[in-house]
């Protein structure tokens, strides 16, 4: 579920810079939306996973990097639909972002894995 939301958002993401600015609305709101409740399904599952699993420092430091990466995502959003000046920096952040949450989630993910039960 949280995959297919993800996966959506990206779609969306994608489709949304190419139909270019001002930005559709339909297609902003719904992009907002799926991120917005892939964040919240992503952490009630992680939440579960580390309660089971009894953290470590480095899974949580990872999930912590994750986190900083999708505020990092939700704030560019928000800052590029406002015609900020700084756009062309937004805009890298705003593409770097889910590269790093989706690595630091992978190796998480990796770590969790590997742990014995």
């Known amino acids: 579920m949280t995959g297919l939301a ?5 779609a969306f993401g994608f ?3 190419r139909a270019g600015r001002p930005y559709n609305g339909a297609l902003f709101n719904l992009h907002k939306l799926l991120a917005l409740g892939a964040v919240v399904v992503a952490g009630i599952q992680i939440a579960g996973t580390l309660k089971s699993a009894g953290a470590l420092t480095l899974i949580v430091a990872l999930l912590v990097a994750a986190g900083a990466g999708v505020i990092a995502l939700f704030a560019t959003g928000a800052l590029m639909s406002l015609n900020n000046p700084n756009y062309a920096l937004l805009l890298n952040i705003h593409r ?3 590269v790093l949450v989706v690595i630091a989630l992978a190796l998480a993910a990796w770590l969790l894995a590997g742990r014995p039960r």
């Open 15 to 17: 489709w949304l810079s």
């Open 6 to 10: 993800f996966l959506l958002t990206l």
């Open 96 to 98: 770097v972002a889910p």
